[in-house]
Nanobody, 120 residues
Framework: QVQVVESGGGLVQPGGSLSLSCAVS????????MGWYRQAPGKQRELVAK???????NYANSVEGRATISRDNAENTVTLQMTSLKPEDTAVYYC??????????????WGQGTQVTVSS
């Protein structure tokens, strides 16, 4: 049973910073990529940042220069650090992990989500 456990989030003032962490356990076939997505009220879930096991990273344009994603491959943990937060960063943030099943098919695992609210 794969578990995805997130921590961090909460209320942050505009211009502030935050750190979100995620740990994935129970995968028998490795984790190919890990990332963070977010969903604001009334909007679709969108990619914030993602990193592969090989260290390739990509960021949403909206957070480029303000976000840093880092990963510990040995521990299957991923951390998202964001600075200069804006009210439009308010959303539920979800950790995502990409793996494979016993047939080699791609599967995704999601955390339960953590609320980030940017407000004064």
């Amino acid at each position: 049973q794969v578990q995805v456990v997130e921590s961090g989030g909460g209320l942050v003032q505009p211009g502030g910073s935050l750190s979100l962490s995620c740990a994935v356990s129970g995968s028998r076939y490795g984790i190919q990529a890990m990332g963070w997505y977010r969903q604001a009220p009334g909007k679709q879930r969108e990619l914030v940042a993602k990193t592969t096991s090989g260290g390739v990273t990509n960021y949403a344009n909206s957070v480029e220069g303000r976000a840093t994603i880092s990963r510990d491959n040995a521990e299957n943990t991923v951390t998202l650090q964001m600075t200069s937060l804006k009210p439009e960063d308010t959303a539920v943030y979800y950790c995502n992990a990409e793996s494979r099943d016993w047939r080699g098919r791609g599967v995704e695992y999601w955390g339960q989500g953590t609320q980030v609210t940017v407000s004064s």
